[in-house]
């Protein structure tokens, strides 16, 4: 066992069995085991690649399983997979059937805790610490959380409930001062200051909330990892250990460049090249066009102001924030504070468009409601990610939105069937709306080839608020979709040979809904279609089913979404299939319609 450890290594019990003077070639062999599978099956590269000494290092020092260790994120958890049973199938990660992106119960007993949002894993694990010593059992709990996820609201009411506890916790920050973009705020500042010694230990934060306090230290180093790993094991209360890492570490490429590297798709293994190909002529993606269109909008307008929590080059919020730093902001994982910093800024007449992915709008759903909504502030909501989202799974698809937005009184919700759609809201919704609305879109591209031109350079046009139209004329059967989804309905026509009979509408307003529209459609035709890329219950599909109710309308109605299960992991057109929404098989529903 001199060379091709990791070849020997199936679970925490065959590394232990390893001489730590073997662990930095183990080190080594994971990096590269890493890098070989994920250049070419992709996922997120550079936090695996940054914590891979700390990973051996846990697993080395913990009883794991029976010790219990959380991961927040999950972004930095390959190499945990890898240790923990499933280095054989590795290679499936994030594909259909596959092993998860992230940690997930149902996948590993040595997955003590799902996750894939971030700031939870503090308050997870003193949950389980407390049920320990309840049950008065001898064991212990660590939670790694990085530098950006520390910053969270939750995290904080973690620690500060954790540091009037006398449980068994070891909480770790993996600093390395970068989530998927660089930190931000006072928090980062400080932790900056503490790296280059400047703060004091007798003043450290950490230490104000009752933690035995540790570090900073070299997280790269595994003898003094294992060293103080060890020493924290007989340190009863809660302990807090702060370690420095390079995100992407291993990989020249990836260190330099860590935001590109998060997730970079294919790439060389050798050089850390980035296999790319000129996008010139692809259509642009859907949050370029919101990024690039704001920036125009933005310099037309004074008032316009961009929010995102941590989401700049997801969001491409960051063209603003080039644009107009003084205007665009960057609040960190923070989705609540989000939120009412832009209902505080909308009370002073500000026009607010707050970038939020739709699965982690989730995470600020009081303030939606309590601080937006009852206020009736004018927030423009743009929730990038929405509907299935593919490789991600199910922690981050963002299905839910249409449902639990549609319940919520003064709001708008608008989904725009192409990106020339999406650039006429963004533009209607700047001209102050007096109700909040939310602009829900999908990752990925739209349909228009050299889009720049057409897109970017087309003149903007006002959306009448509520309006719904009419895309195919048809005599018997009327499919009604909302957003993006609408092109699979149109391949489908496009596929059948005779779609005399189907009539197609597009409903990018869910709410309000053009009743009058309804009424003429229920009125004519013999069936109903509906189609969304949302949950099927509470969503756009029962809104119309909802008004044939009140209407007393008997025209039977067949609802297309995503049904009532978390769908996990896959490339977005495999999981449209599962959900029978993709163009295939709406054509067999039509047929079987005739």
Known sequence: MSENLLKYINNPSDLRKLEPSQLPLLAKELRDFIIDIVSVKEGHLGASLGVVELTIAL?????????????DVGHQAYGHKILT????????????????????????????????????????????????????????????IGDASIASGMAFEGLNHAGVTDTNLLVILNDNAIGIDPSVGALKQYLTSVKEGKNHKQNNMIKSLNFDYSGPIDGHDLSKLISELERLKKVKGPKFLHIITTKGKGLQQAEENQVKYHAPGKFDKTTGEIHSKSEDHLPLKFQDVFGLTL???????????????AMPSGSSLKFMMDAFPERAFDVGIAEQHAVTLAAGMATQGMVVFCNIYSTFLQRAYDQIIHDVALQNLPIIFCLDRAGLVGEDGATHHGVFDLAYLRCIPNMIIYAPKDELDLRNILYTASLELNHPIAIRYPRGRGKYQNSKFKVLNSEF????????????????????????????????????????????????????????????????????????????????????????????????????????????????EELQKICKIDSDSIVKLLLQNE
């Not at 794991?64 to 959380?70: C, F, K």
């Not at 596959?98 to 694990?125: C, L, M, N, Q, W």
């Not at 009424?519 to 013999?526: A, D, P, S, V």
């Open 295 to 309: 920036v125009e909008l933005a310099s037309n307008n004074p008032k316009i102001i961009g929010i995102t929590p």
């Open 59 to 71: 697993h080395y020092v913990f009883n794991t399983p029976e010790d219990l260790l959380v991961w």
């Open 85 to 144: 049973e499933r280095k054989e199938k590795f290679h499936t990660n994030r594909q259909l059937s596959g092993i998860s992106g992230f940690p997930k119960r149902g996948e590993s007993d040595y997955d003590t805790f799902g996750v894939g949002h971030s700031s939870t894993s503090i308050s997870a694990a003193l949950g389980m610490a407390i049920a320990s010593k309840l049950k008065g059992e001898d064991k212990h709990h660590i939670a790694v």
């Open 461 to 572: 046009q006002t959306i009448e608020i509520g309006k719904a139209h009419l895309l195919k004329i048809g005599t018997k059967t009327a499919v009604l979709s909302t957003g993006f989804i609408g092109a699979n309905v149109s391949l489908a026509l496009d596929k059948l040979i005779n779609s005399d009979e189907i009539a197609h509408y597009d409903f990018g307003f869910i709410k309000p809904l053009d009743e009058n529209l309804l009424h003429e459609i229920f009125g004519y035709y013999q069936k109903i279609i509906t189609i969304e890329d949302g949950v099927i219950k509470g969503g756009f599909g029962s809104a119309i089913i909802e008004f044939a109710s009140k209407n007393n309308y008997f025209v039977p109605v067949k609802s297309l979404g995503i049904p009532d299960e978390f769908i996990e992991h896959g490339t977005v």
